[in-house]
């Protein structure tokens, strides 16, 4: 069964230092999103991308965020300049149809020391 | 008021017995509902998406919806140990297509 895959599983890095985390998604979903989960919190939507361009994005996705998918398989996200409070559950997640389940990732554990 | 309430749990319940798990949301514009198991340390899985109101059955998985009054719930019937894990509940808004999660409910089931 078709599955979306992340990496890294885990990633240490020290605050200002800037991380990009990967996702390849379904190969026929057309809609991608990122979503993050600090421990012990609910799991917060940050953006979903659509046709090569952002199509919302929440309060938590300032300028410091940026996504891109630079190919045909790969959506990444990256944070410019990681604060301590970065540290949190990175997953993403892709659909097929809008509006439709959304399938997630195995997500990426990030640590900002 | 929170987009997505649930009761935080943890909820204990026998093995075999029926777990009975509850969701409100306040925005009467939210189109999709969803159930989504979440064991520790790992990625949300989804066990139910239901769209109209009524109930709809997936095996040991009964979800719920009654969109006058904003509630979905979960039912599992035949409850099993394996099945300890938080639960989930998940809405999204029509023509949003963002998901908001509520904060779950933690499910332990007792062998």
């Known amino acids: ?113 | 008021q929170k987009e997505v309430e649930q009761n935080s749990g943890p909820l204990s319940v026998p093995e075999g017995a029926i777990a009975s798990l509850n969701c409100t949301y306040s925005d009467r514009v939210s189109q999709s509902f969803f159930w989504y198991r979440q064991y520790s340390g790992k990625s949300p899985e989804l066990i139910m998406s239901i769209y109209s109101n009524g109930d709809k059955e997936d095996g040991r998985f009964t979800a719920q919806l009654n969109k006058a009054s904003q509630y979905v719930s979960l039912l599992i019937r035949d409850s099993q140990p394996s099945d300890s894990a938080t639960y989930l509940c998940a809405v999204m808004k029509t023509s949003y297509d963002k998901v908001i999660f509520g904060p779950g409910t933690s499910l332990s089931v007792i062998p």
């Open chain 1, 1 to 113: 069964e078709p599955e979306v895959t992340q990496t890294p599983s885990h990633q240490v890095t020290q605050m200002g230092q800037e991380v990009i985390l990967r996702c390849v998604p379904i190969s026929n979903h057309l809609y991608f999103y990122w979503y993050r989960q600090i421990l012990g919190q609910k799991v917060e939507f940050l953006v979903s991308f659509y046709n090569n361009e952002i199509s919302e994005k929440s309060e938590i996705f300032d300028d410091q965020f940026s996504v891109e998918r630079p190919d045909g398989s790969n959506f990444t996200l990256k944070i410019r300049s990681t604060k301590l409070e970065d540290s949190a559950m990175y997953f993403c997640a892709s659909t097929e149809r809008r509006g439709e389940t959304q399938y997630f990732g195995p997500g990426t554990r990030l640590l900002v020391l």
